[in-house]
């Protein structure tokens, strides 16, 4: 068989339907592509239907190109398919209720790293959201470093920390450390964190594929930027694509810090991946006199959001208490990022309540 004739199967594949191809005409790609042994993903790209093919088809891209409504294909080549930009174009925006992550509007996550009392969880909560923040934080399964350091309040944390964000009104995001507690985390949450202890847990992102509620990916101790969006390939393969990215802060051989956060993994991310990515100031400084310079400079170097540590009592906390900032500090962080944000094009929202909008 001459050079030219020889056939080039492809594994995995972007097939772009034309502008003006039909819902029947994407049909039938979906079904002879499924036919070829091949998982398929549906998505919108503009005003294209989009259609991955992955998993174990193979097939040849000139031959696909020629099918009723097809446009292109395109290769693969990256080793992450659904979460890579050739997949989807556009960002991935994520909505729970009137909050979007991915869209124009920097969102703030914050509130403690643990949940301790009803009081604490309620004057951490009533402090951010006065200052600006759309979610509240706060861990009640805990993945410590030592099993004799505190491991969370349990399902009665979970109950505190959503009934105090549905009091002020914001969202609420808490970890989840093992595929047993998805359903009850599930139940409070409105994102689900997994922590950088279990990014390669790959039995629980599986389970994180099969539920819809959104998912925070965070990057894993000594992972590097491959390795943390094969994990959200994981969920995303799953079917969920309700999948943020969460730079934590990386191990290298630096010690003045707890971990260094990667600020350039923030705009890597952004070009490889349509997800949106947040960044982590506080697990990835570790001293609450380095989170605030942290803050700005992910929200400056383009950071859809930020997971932040706040407590009403940094100096009591039961966890995290060092790089934890006392609320007048994040009040005033917020204000801060209200500068920063308009000037790279971004919103951010202006609170108080009586005065919600944006920031430019
Ligand atoms: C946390 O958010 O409190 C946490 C434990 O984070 P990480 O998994 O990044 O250490
Ligand atoms: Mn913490």
Redo the contacts with the bound molecule.
Sequence with gaps: MSVATAKVQVKDMVVVMKELATEAQADAVVTQLVEMGFDVHRAMGGNRIVIGAVGGGQGDPALIELWDGVHEVLRISEPYKLASRSFQRENTVITIGDVRIGGDEVIVMAGP??AETVEQVETTAAAVKRAGAKVF?G?AF???SSPYSFQGLGVAGLQMLREAADRHDLKLIT?VMEVAQIPVVERYAHIL??????MQNYSLLRELGKVRTPVLL??G?SATIEEWLMSAEYILAGGNMNVML?E??IRTFESYTRNTLDISAIPVVQQLSHLPVIS?P??GTGRRDKVVAMARASVAAGADGL?V?VHCDPDHAV??GAQSLFPQQFDQLMGELRIIAPAIGRGICVEPASRRGWGH
């Design positions: 790293c643990s934080r861990g805990k993945p410590r970890e964190q997994v922590g950088a202890r279990n965070k990057r101790l969460c934590r802060g982590d506080s697990h997971l540590e966890s995290d």
